[in-house]
């Protein structure tokens, strides 16, 4: 694959579409098969995908070893890594933050060694934890870097206060927050910000956890986390998965589907480098895959996001400031 991007000052040159494993998490996913989701990342990596995402709190490190079994027989050089450190697992499966020094220090080994690898491409902070001094986060990253256990840093699920905050310790590289055309609120902080300063954003949740997609309804209902989310319930994921319905005719336009359509304006916005997609098959990927590299005009960019915003009245203005 050509289409490749470098991701922040890190280096590392990666496909626009990033692998996801968060559907390897039972507790919000439910059992899936992991039979499908390993050729899903065969798929993904013969069609040129080399960045996959996981993270030790998907399935209580389930994820990294589903991941470890994809690795093991790839050359090292031809994937690019990225897995985030934050929880504590107690023996009964609770958990909680600890981002301290020896944990992460701890963490990172049984990662390595539960994916089978001697370096860890990229290495996130999954959340913020209140507990921790700034200053000893970024030594413990620093050492792990310098010891040659991780090539690169970031954070994920930070705000901009958070972030700023953080990179007066390290050398964060790398944001991953969520975001969607549904859900875009980084766009008046975040993202701005990491364009000015030069820091790759990996967004995750492109789809709105797979409201996006266009195979939902609102009458569906779900047995998986989204049972008890806002969104997938009632008169609002009616009214949202009518909006997505309504753009069939200008994906037909572009000859693609309503996901690629999705992913394809997504990725156009100048301060998103990399889309993580979770998905649970060949066929899911290939869609997803398809999208690489495609565009629409910059009218038919805001039709979507005007199609989309339910929550607020969208105006389109002219140079005049009339609204269309």
């Known amino acids: 694959m050509d289409n490749r991007v470098y991701i922040g000052a890190t280096g590392l040159e990666v496909s626009p579409i990033c692998f996801g494993t968060w559907q390897l998490s039972p507790r919000f996913w439910g ?12 798929t993904a990596f013969d069609s040129g995908i080399n960045f996959f995402d996981t993270a030790d709190a998907y399935g209580d490190g389930y994820a990294e ?46 990662q390595l060694q539960r994916m089978g690898i001697e370096i860890i491409d990229l290495y996130l902070l999954h959340m913020f934890d209140p507990l921790t001094a700034l200053s000893d986060a970024a030594e413990t990253l620093d050492s792990l870097k310098k010891q040659g256990k991780i090539r690169s840093y970031g954070l994920s699920n930070q705000t901009l206060e ?9 050398d964060y590289e790398v944001v991953q927050p969520s975001y969607s055309l549904i859900d875009n609120r980084i766009e008046s902080d975040l993202l701005p910000y990491c364009q000015a300063e030069n820091i790759g954003v990996m967004i995750y949740s492109p789809m709105h956890k797979g409201l996006l997609t266009g195979k ?14 806002p969104d997938f319930n009632g008169e609002r994921f009616k ?8 753009l069939g005719p200008l994906a037909k336009k572009y000859n693609i589907s309503i996901y690629q359509l999705i992913l394809t304006a997504t990725l156009m916005h100048p301060g ?11 066929p899911q990927i290939k869609e997803a895959i398809e999208a690489i590299g495609k565009t629409i005009s910059r009218e038919d960019y805001f039709v979507v996001r005007k199609s989309l915003a339910v929550d607020k009245i969208s105006k389109i203005q002219d140079a005049t400031g009339k609204s269309k």
């Open 239 to 246: 009214k949202l998965a009518s909006a997505v319905q309504s």
């Open 272 to 282: 998103i480098d990399v889309a993580i997609v979770g998905t649970k098959n060949p």
């Open 162 to 170: 958070q972030l700023r905050a953080q990179r007066r310790f390290g």
């Open 65 to 110: 070893t589903v991941v470890g079994e994809f690795l093991a027989d790839k050359p090292r050089d031809a994937v690019v890594i990225c897995t985030k450190v934050f929880n504590h697992f107690n023996p009964d499966a609770s958990r909680y933050p600890d981002l301290s020094p020896g944990h992460i220090r701890q963490r990172c080994d049984l």
């Open 31 to 42: 059992e899936q098969s992991k039979a499908d989701i390993l050729a899903a990342m065969n």
């Open 216 to 229: 939902y309804t609102g009458s569906e209902t779900f047995t998986d986390f989204r049972k008890y989310h």
